[in-house]
C-alpha cells in the first residue's frame, strides 16, 4: 500500500537531512547564506520541522502542534544538535501515523485546505514529500557551496 512507501520515503530523506547537517565542518554555515539564495540551512530546518509536525503531527496524528511559520524564517543560530533531535523526533511521528491510515483515510479530504484547494490525504502527504526532497537538495547543494 502506498503508506509504507510514502513512510519509508519521508524516513529516508529525514535520515538524510540529518545526515547533510550533521555534515556540516562549521556550525556556522548552517546559518549562512550564499549569492541570491534567500534561506540558510538552518532556517530550511525549521521550516520542515514546522511544516509536517503541522500538517502531519497535528492534522493527522492529533500531536498539538502548534505552528509559526514565520519565525521558522526569522530565527538563526539554533544549536545543530536541537535541529538534529527534532529530525529524529519526527521519523517515528510520522512512520506510524502515515503507516496506520485506512485506504479511506488515504482517500479522504485533508483536514485543512492545502495549495488553496480541498485535496485527498493522499494528495497531501505525496506534495509534502515531494517538499521535503526539494529543500533536502537545497541543504545539499548550499552545504557544498559554503564548504
Known amino acids: 500500500m502506498l503508506?509504507?512507501?510514502?513512510?519509508?520515503?519521508?524516513?529516508r530523506d529525514l535520515r538524510k537531512l540529518i545526515e547533510e547537517i550533521n555534515s556540516f565542518n562549521n556550525e556556522e554555515n548552517i546559518w549562512k547564506t550564499h549569492g541570491s539564495i534567500n534561506n540558510s540551512c538552518g532556517n530550511l530546518v525549521l521550516h520542515i520541522l514546522g511544516g509536517?509536525?503541522?500538517?502531519?503531527?497535528?492534522?493527522?496524528?492529533?500531536?498539538?502542534?502548534?505552528?509559526?511559520?514565520e519565525k521558522e524564517f526569522i530565527d538563526k543560530d539554533v544549536e545543530r544538535k536541537y535541529l538534529i533531535s527534532q529530525l529524529g523526533e519526527l521519523i517515528p511521528m510520522i512512520t506510524n501515523t502515515i503507516t496506520s491510515l485506512t485506504r479511506?483515510?488515504?482517500?479522504?479530504?485533508?483536514?485543512?485546505?492545502?495549495?488553496?484547494?480541498?485535496?485527498?490525504?493522499?494528495?497531501?502527504?505525496?506534495?509534502?514529500?515531494?517538499?521535503?526532497?526539494?529543500?533536502?537538495?537545497?541543504?545539499?547543494?548550499?552545504?557544498?557551496?559554503?564548504?
Open 104 to 147: 479511506e483515510q488515504m482517500d479522504a479530504e485533508f483536514p485543512i485546505q492545502f495549495d488553496d484547494a480541498k485535496n485527498s490525504t493522499d494528495y497531501v502527504l505525496l506534495q509534502l514529500s515531494l517538499h521535503l526532497n526539494y529543500h533536502l537538495g537545497q541543504v545539499n547543494y548550499l552545504r557544498r557551496v559554503l564548504e
Open 52 to 69: 509536517l509536525n503541522y500538517l502531519i503531527g497535528t492534522n493527522l496524528a492529533g500531536t498539538g502542534y502548534i505552528r509559526n511559520r
Open 3 to 11: 503508506t509504507k512507501t510514502l513512510a519509508s520515503f519521508y524516513e
